[in-house]
């Protein structure tokens, strides 16, 4: 069970900060006619549902989380939904846009899971992507990292963080 399991039927309603990010990064994406999509961490497929509307290209949203993944395809039966991580994306040369909303931070090896975003991307694609970058955004986040990175047993993990601050 993955942890947005337990969230997923209320999603939707308690990710405003979430949903804003989306409405901004949305609002820088152009999207052509028969563009091919893919919504990264969809969680419920609302953004992946936006999409669906503004093109007849394929759209495909993709969660890690079995929970938001059902629930995506319950309430957009018509759409493309796969159960998966973006580390293990085995899509070649598929889409011309990625979008990516507020969920980098939470894949377990970010380097590969952008490696697999770009290996889904046709040539020339284009991958929107949105991440906590202020501390307006999580004042607390800088806070929690660096008393997490002075821990001897956890220090390792975070070996490749560079605050964006």
Not at 5 to 11: E, R, T
Not at 95 to 100: K, L, R, T
Not at 148 to 155: F, L, N, R, Y
Request: with cysteine; net charge positive; glycine share 8%.
């Amino acid at each position: 069970m993955n942890t947005f399991d337990n969230v997923s039927g209320q999603y939707k309603e308690k990710a405003v900060i979430q949903q804003t990010a989306a409405s901004n990064l949305l609002s820088l994406v152009k999207t052509g006619k028969s563009d091919s999509i893919i919504d990264i961490a969809c969680g419920p497929g609302h953004i992946t549902y936006s999409f669906s509307k503004v093109t007849s290209g394929k759209v495909t949203g993709i969660d890690i989380s079995e929970g938001m993944i059902r629930q995506a395809k319950n309430l957009y039966p018509g759409i493309d939904f796969r159960q998966i991580a973006a580390e293990d994306l085995d899509y070649k040369n598929e889409f011309d846009i990625a979008f990516c909303n507020s969920s980098l931070m939470w894949f377990v090896n970010p380097e590969k899971g952008i490696k697999g975003i770009y290996n889904s991307l046709k040539i020339g694609g284009r991958l929107a992507l949105a991440c906590p970058a202020t501390s307006a955004w999580s004042p607390w986040f800088g806070r929690i990292i660096s008393r997490v990175t002075a821990s001897g047993d956890i220090k390792p993990f975070f070996s490749h963080w560079k605050s964006p601050w």
